[in-house]
């Protein structure tokens, strides 16, 4: 009978039975895995003080301190100069490489046509390019930055200002300014429409919920929605001007403007409207 066939002599080891005990106690070394920039304090010690274990820590202690302050000190310029080479870079690149960042409290009301946000500022003056706004309505009575005004102009906004004032302590908004405030929004001739105030919280959340009551949202929903921008700042004084917003006497421009159907009773107070606009 034969024997069964031998297994060649000169067969390869693995891998792992070439470690080392002396390799093994390298790899196990706790400063192998530590994450990378993170220094031991013996790697500013010198080789005398690394030869003698019993040698005094206190140069080593001096020598990481003042490479510390090296870094920090280093840090701080690298941190300028790459301030400095952002706005070198701002400078030149061009438009649509550059990020953009919409104004706080930015939200969509109607998509593609109607936007709400907070006071636009220089930062946001992109992403707002962007929307190719045709209008902005602004709810408050503050004077216009020279920059803001110079980006409509720019970009040839028309821009139209319905001061509606804060309803702090009490109702301080009439039914005739939001009337008015809303003249402009749901004329389509000026969409895309940006509408603001400053925060973008209250005064443009009345705005906003009054609109959903003239396109006849369910009163809850459009609280919600105000709630949604406002909290946790949302004020009484809001929801009870929104709850006794007659919408009625602006419901012929919702229907001129094909918002809703126009097959519902007039109403005797239903009128043309003159709204205040401003050019910028």
Request: hydrophobic content about 35%; proline content about 8%; overall charge neutral.
């Amino acid at each position: 009978m034969s024997s069964p066939p031998q297994e060649p002599s000169n067969r390869v080891a693995r891998v792992d039975s070439f470690l080392t005990d002396a390799m093994a106690q390298g790899l196990e070394h706790p400063w192998r895995s530590r994450p990378r920039g993170v220094m031991r304090p013996s790697d500013f010690v010198d080789k005398e003080n690394v030869k003698d274990p019993g040698a005094d820590t206190t140069h080593a202690v001096a020598v990481t301190q003042v490479a510390c302050d090296e870094d920090s000190s280093a840090s701080a310029v690298s941190t300028t100069a790459e301030s400095s080479r952002r706005s070198s870079y701002e400078a030149r690149c061009p438009e649509r490489l550059m990020s953009m960042c919409p104004p706080s409290n930015y939200g969509t009301v109607l998509d593609g046509q109607l936007y709400r946000s907070s006071y636009p500022q220089p930062e946001n003056f992109s992403f707002l390019k962007s929307l190719k706004l045709k209008s902005i309505l602004t709810l408050v009575k503050e004077d216009i930055p020279e920059p803001f005004e110079r980006f409509m102009a720019d970009n040839k906004i028309e821009h139209f200002r319905v001061h509606l004032p804060a309803n702090k302590g009490k109702v301080c908004m009439t039914q005739d300014l939001m009337v008015q405030a809303l003249g402009v929004v749901l004329n389509k001739a000026n969409y895309p429409l940006l509408v603001h105030c400053n925060k973008g919280k209250h005064r443009t959340g009345c705005v906003v919920a009054c609109l959903d009551k003239v396109l006849a949202k369910p009163l809850k929903e459009a609280k919600e929605t105000y709630h949604t921008y406002a909290d946790p700042k949302a004020r009484e004084m809001d929801e009870k001007f929104i709850d006794g917003f007659d919408e009625r006497s602006i419901l012929w421009l919702a229907r001129a403007q094909g918002f809703v159907p126009d097959d519902e009773p007039r109403s005797a107070a239903s009128s043309p409207l003159k709204t205040q606009s401003q050019t910028a």
